[in-house]
């Protein structure tokens, strides 16, 4: 029953740096999403996939860029991170079938860009 | 763009009593979904309940209701009997079901901590 598990749970970063958080999906669903969670700003949608093949921004898409690997994978990498990246990372799938499905979240990526 | 409020940053509730969490949404579609999800300290999403917006009854899970006022746009969650373990965050979400993509907008949340 692993649902969806992202990598890493943690990371640290130097401003600049870039790196990939990887997510995938054992649920056969449709679509994916890649949410960052900061203090009093619930979570905000970074980029979506609805279905295999497609992807598309978010709210808040400044800095990141996504990859719809396979119908499992969906993987977000930052290119240059800034300190204004760091947050809580939270990758999730639905179904893609109606409007009442709710999403399963991974555990979360929490980090830092020093 | 729709928009989520939770207007209430932090709660205390004594174990065993209700607690109502509000949340108000901004739609100009008659046909919308809301959710809440609950987020422990551990950190990881939980979901809680459901309420469609032409649904004649409000949701009901097990200790949680969804008290539904459409005309007020709002979606207020109801804990009742409250326990240690509902100590968490708690977020209200919408969706509108006539995007294709079905993403959710998420409220900022709101902190309940239980007392004993």
């Known amino acids: 029953n692993a649902g969806v598990t992202q990598t890493p749970k943690f990371q640290v970063l130097k401003t600049g740096q870039s790196m990939t958080l990887q997510c995938a999906q054992d649920?056969?669903?449709?679509?994916m999403y890649w949410y960052r969670q900061d203090p009093g700003m619930g979570l905000r949608l970074i980029y979506y996939?609805?279905?295999?093949?497609?992807?598309d921004k978010g709210e808040v898409p400044n800095g990141y860029n996504v990859s719809r690997l396979n119908k499992r994978e969906f993987s977000l990498r930052l290119e240059s991170a800034a300190p204004s990246q760091t947050s809580v990372y939270f990758c999730?799938?639905?179904?893609?079938?109606?409007?009442?499905?709710?999403?399963?979240f991974g555990s979360g990526t929490q980090l830092s860009v020093l | 763009a729709q928009k989520i409020t939770q207007t209430q940053p932090g709660m205390f509730v004594q174990e065993k009593e209700a607690v109502t969490l509000d949340c108000t949404y901004d739609?100009?579609?008659?046909?919308?979904?809301l959710f809440w999800y609950k987020q422990p300290s551990s950190g990881e999403m939980i979901f809680l309940i459901y309420?469609?917006?032409?649904?004649?009854q409000n949701a009901t899970e097990g200790r949680y209701s969804l008290n539904f006022q459409k005309a007020r746009k709002s979606a207020n969650l109801v804990i009742s009997a409250s326990q240690l373990g509902d100590s968490a965050m708690y977020f209200c979400?919408?969706?509108?079901?006539?995007?294709?993509?079905?993403?959710?907008?998420f409220g900022a949340g709101t902190t309940v901590t239980v007392r004993a």
């Open positions: 999730a799938s639905s179904e893609g079938r109606g409007p009442n499905e709710k999403l399963f």
């Open positions: 649920m056969n669903h449709n679509s």
């Open positions: 996939s609805a279905s295999e093949g497609t992807t």
């Open positions: 739609t100009s579609d008659q046909s919308y979904g």
């Open positions: 309420q469609g917006s032409y649904d004649e």
């Open positions: 979400a919408m969706r509108d079901p006539w995007q294709y993509d079905y993403k959710l907008s």
